[in-house]
C-alpha cells in the first residue's frame, strides 16, 4: 500500500505562506464539534469496530434537523452495543475513499469498511488549526500534521509556488470541495469525538461523489490519524 509522503521543500520554505482559500465558521453545534469533550482525554479512546460505529441509533426519538435544543450541549446518553455516550474519544479503523475541504475549513474524510467499494462509508472531520476556529491548543497542536498527511494522500504533494503581485507564494496543496477520490483507498485508524451530525438530518446525499454514509453519528473533531501499511 502506498502510504503518504511529505516532500522536503528545501529553500521554498523561505517563501510566504499562504491559504488558497477563505473559510467560514460554522453554526450548527459550531462549539462542541471544534473542541475535546470534558468526558474523555484526547488519547482516551475506545477501539470500535466499523459495524459497530454504523449501526448506533438516533440519541432520540425523532431527531430534528439543526436542533436548537442541542447547540451547546451533548445528546442524553442512548442504548447502544458499545455503550457510548455523544463525547465520548472513539478509534474506528477503515479504508480511506475520499477527502473534501468544506467552507467552514474542516477536511471531510468518508471511510468504509471495503478496501474496493465506498458505498457504505461513515464521515470524520479535521478542523483547521486556527485559533479563530478552535479553542483547544492541545487539540490545534495535532491537526496540522493530521491535515498535512491527507493533503498529501488527496494531491500527492504537500505545497505548491505561485506568483501573485509580482511574487512568489507558497500555498498548501488542498483536496477539492466536491470531494478527491483516493484510489487506491488506503486503510486508517480515525480517532476522534463522537458527535452526532444533525444537519444531515434529511439530506438526500449525505455522501459526496455517490458515496452513502450510513449513519448520522461521525467523528468531529479528529484527534488522530493512522496510516496502516
Keep these: 500500500m502506498n502510504k503518504p509522503i511529505c516532500f522536503l521543500l528545501g529553500p521554498l520554505l523561505a517563501l510566504n505562506l499562504l491559504s488558497a482559500k477563505e473559510f467560514t465558521i460554522g453554526d450548527n453545534r459550531w462549539e462542541i464539534k471544534t473542541s475535546i469533550s470534558g468526558r474523555a482525554f484526547v488519547d482516551d479512546d475506545v477501539v470500535v469496530s466499523f459495524e459497530d460505529f454504523a449501526a448506533l441509533p438516533d440519541p432520540v426519538l425523532n431527531p430534528k434537523k439543526n436542533d436548537p435544543g442541542y447547540q451547546k450541549k451533548f445528546y442524553p446518553e442512548f442504548p447502544n452495543k458499545p455503550e ?36 457504505q462509508t461513515i464521515i470524520a472531520r479535521v478542523p483547521l488549526n486556527d485559533s479563530k476556529f478552535v479553542k483547544s491548543p492541545i487539540l490545534r497542536a495535532r ?30 496543496r488542498e483536496a ?18 463522537l458527535f452526532y451530525d444533525n444537519g444531515l438530518i434529511s439530506d438526500a446525499q449525505k455522501g459526496k461523489k455517490g458515496m452513502r ?6 467523528l468531529h473533531p479528529v484527534s488522530n490519524l493512522k496510516f496502516i501499511q
Design 84 to 119: 457510548l455516550r455523544e463525547g465520548d474519544i472513539v478509534t474506528v479503523r477503515g479504508w480511506l475513499h475520499l477527502v473534501a475541504l468544506e467552507n467552514d475549513g474542516d477536511y471531510r474524510i468518508q471511510i468504509s469498511d471495503d478496501p474496493e467499494l465506498g458505498y
Design 143 to 172: 491537526l496540522n500534521d493530521i491535515r498535512q498527511q491527507l493533503s498529501v494522500a488527496a494531491t500527492g504533494f504537500v505545497y505548491y509556488v505561485a506568483r501573485e503581485g509580482g511574487s512568489n507564494v507558497l500555498k498548501r
Design 213 to 218: 454514509v450510513v449513519t448520522h453519528w461521525t
Design 176 to 193: 477539492a470541495e466536491a470531494g478527491t477520490v483516493i484510489v487506491p483507498a488506503m486503510q486508517v485508524e480515525v480517532t476522534g469525538q
